[in-house]
């Protein structure tokens, strides 16, 4: 009987150390590029914070056609880095401070 | 789910031969005969065999680092160019065969590969000014050891055969080719351009395990005591090939846009090669005698 289990234990050890896709290793790590498809759009990274859902806030600064200060862009991700959806401030908002500021359940940038 | 496809498989071969192992009697007077008559219907046969093979994957689960914000993902995605490339393998083939049945253990060394495409394009106006290709080439090198049942479909000289099995591989080497090319319209006219390839060791970026189902068909043709064969097999991956957890872990990879899809990959192999039998070789046996 023993010995049944001893020819057993190479196909244990086989079937061990194959790969297996996992959610929590997708959580994990991960690398992202957001992509715009607009030529002349130009945004550049300030701040990213977790979000209380998993997610990931991203602050941006964004090219203004009509004025030399940076405008604001949002940037919201889910837990795995997806996109899932982007805010572009309004201009008569420009040049937020370097880092997103928690108060609470929100995000501050002024 | 598909670790408990692997053990079950392992199980339904190790536990049949290890009940026939208790059922041997003791062989009397009487049946001496016919237990020569079924040690000449045994053989074993030593062979090599080498050829090609073509590469083809199934994506279990898509992954990209391109995340776009204002168009769909399925522009970025990648498209898989299955079984365009050639591949080569080496195999030494140790076969018992009993009353047209063959057990056969071939370890085999074989070097695989498989392509993708990915591309990004952007635009002014609806106007491209920029389009960037991507060629990926994935080269994998395998230590593999299959078990393969055959059955003789026939008993002539030419002897057709059928066979089932499955193969247990390991990694030995990987590597990524990476080929970037696009078109620049922004500086006016069309301007093709290439960038120098990305080539870059990727061995921890496959697993170093996996498993598959085989199926297959060849043909035996004896030459006085040897055969010749030609085998043609066709894999069918059981497991992932790719690693999971070091998916993003080449940054020179990831900044170009590039992760490696969870995949499966087929495979279909030709092999032509030699067999020599290891028992009777005196001068009087011919091996198209006996199975």
Same mark, same amino acid.
């Not at chain 1, 498809?37 to 600064?61: C, E």
């Given at each position: 009987m023993i010995r049944r289990y001893i020819l057993l234990l190479p196909f244990l050890f086989a079937s061990a150390c194959l790969e297996e896709s996992t959610t929590a290793l997708d959580e994990k790590a991960f690398t992202r590029i957001y992509d715009?498809?607009? %030529?002349?759009a130009s945004y550049y990274p300030i701040d990213m914070q977790q979000t209380a859902d998993g997610g990931y806030l991203m602050l941006g600064g964004r090219r203004l056609d009509n004025t030399n200060f940076s405008g604001i862009y949002l940037l919201k991700a889910d837990r795995f880095g997806n996109f899932v959806k982007e805010l572009e401030v309004d201009?008569? %908002?420009?040049n937020p401070i370097a880092q997103l500021m928690s108060a609470g359940t929100s995000f501050k940038f002024f | 789910m598909k670790r408990l496809y692997l053990l079950t498989f392992c199980l339904l071969i190790c536990l049949p031969g290890y009940s026939q192992a208790k059922r041997k009697k003791p062989a009397s007077f009487s049946t001496q005969g016919k237990q020569k008559d079924t040690f000449l219907e045994k053989q074993w046969w030593l062979g090599f065999k080498g050829g090609i093979n073509f590469s083809g994957v199934v994506v279990d689960k898509s992954y990209a680092v391109i995340a776009p914000t204002n168009y769909t993902s399925s522009q970025t995605k990648k498209k898989y160019d299955n079984y365009s490339t050639v591949g080569s393998q080496a195999t030494v083939e140790i076969t018992f065969t009993f009353k047209g049945f063959s057990f056969s253990l071939q370890p085999t060394y074989r070097h695989s590969s498989f392509v993708y495409t990915t591309a990004s394009a952007w635009y002014e106006d609806d106007v491209p000014m920029l389009e960037l290709n991507y060629d990926q080439e994935q080269q994998i090198d395998y230590a593999e050891m299959p078990l393969l049942v055959k059955y003789d479909i =026939? /008993? =002539? *000289?030419l002897r057709p055969y059928v066979q089932v099995g499955a193969y247990y591989a390991i990694l030995l080497n990987a590597n990524k080719a990476i080929s970037v090319s696009g078109v620049d319209y922004a500086s006016g006219g069309e301007n093709k351009f290439t960038e120098p390839d990305i080539i870059v060791g +990727?061995?921890?970026?496959? +697993? *170093?395990y996996n498993w598959g189902l085989m199926a297959g068909a060849g043909v035996n043709y004896h030459v006085g005591n040897i055969r010749v064969n030609l085998d043609l097999v066709y894999r069918k991956g059981m497991?992932?090939? /790719?690693?999971t957890e070091n998916r993003y872990s080449n940054d020179r990879l990831t900044g170009t846009g590039d992760v490696m899809d969870d995949i499966k990959m087929n495979n279909f192999s030709v092999s032509l090669g030699c067999l020599f039998p290891l028992r009777f070789l005196t001068s009087g046996f011919t091996s198209l005698d006996r199975p």
């Amino acid at each position: 009987m023993i010995r049944r289990y001893i020819l057993l234990l190479p196909f244990l050890f086989a079937s061990a150390c194959l790969e297996e896709s996992t959610t929590a290793l997708d959580e994990k790590a991960f690398t992202r590029i957001y992509d715009n498809d607009q %030529f002349d759009a130009s945004y550049y990274p300030i701040d990213m914070q977790q979000t209380a859902d998993g997610g990931y806030l991203m602050l941006g600064g964004r090219r203004l056609d009509n004025t030399n200060f940076s405008g604001i862009y949002l940037l919201k991700a889910d837990r795995f880095g997806n996109f899932v959806k982007e805010l572009e401030v309004d201009e008569s %908002f420009v040049n937020p401070i370097a880092q997103l500021m928690s108060a609470g359940t929100s995000f501050k940038f002024f | 789910m598909k670790r408990l496809y692997l053990l079950t498989f392992c199980l339904l071969i190790c536990l049949p031969g290890y009940s026939q192992a208790k059922r041997k009697k003791p062989a009397s007077f009487s049946t001496q005969g016919k237990q020569k008559d079924t040690f000449l219907e045994k053989q074993w046969w030593l062979g090599f065999k080498g050829g090609i093979n073509f590469s083809g994957v199934v994506v279990d689960k898509s992954y990209a680092v391109i995340a776009p914000t204002n168009y769909t993902s399925s522009q970025t995605k990648k498209k898989y160019d299955n079984y365009s490339t050639v591949g080569s393998q080496a195999t030494v083939e140790i076969t018992f065969t009993f009353k047209g049945f063959s057990f056969s253990l071939q370890p085999t060394y074989r070097h695989s590969s498989f392509v993708y495409t990915t591309a990004s394009a952007w635009y002014e106006d609806d106007v491209p000014m920029l389009e960037l290709n991507y060629d990926q080439e994935q080269q994998i090198d395998y230590a593999e050891m299959p078990l393969l049942v055959k059955y003789d479909i =026939t /008993n =002539t *000289k030419l002897r057709p055969y059928v066979q089932v099995g499955a193969y247990y591989a390991i990694l030995l080497n990987a590597n990524k080719a990476i080929s970037v090319s696009g078109v620049d319209y922004a500086s006016g006219g069309e301007n093709k351009f290439t960038e120098p390839d990305i080539i870059v060791g +990727a061995e921890y970026l496959f +697993a *170093k395990y996996n498993w598959g189902l085989m199926a297959g068909a060849g043909v035996n043709y004896h030459v006085g005591n040897i055969r010749v064969n030609l085998d043609l097999v066709y894999r069918k991956g059981m497991s992932l090939v /790719n690693s999971t957890e070091n998916r993003y872990s080449n940054d020179r990879l990831t900044g170009t846009g590039d992760v490696m899809d969870d995949i499966k990959m087929n495979n279909f192999s030709v092999s032509l090669g030699c067999l020599f039998p290891l028992r009777f070789l005196t001068s009087g046996f011919t091996s198209l005698d006996r199975p």
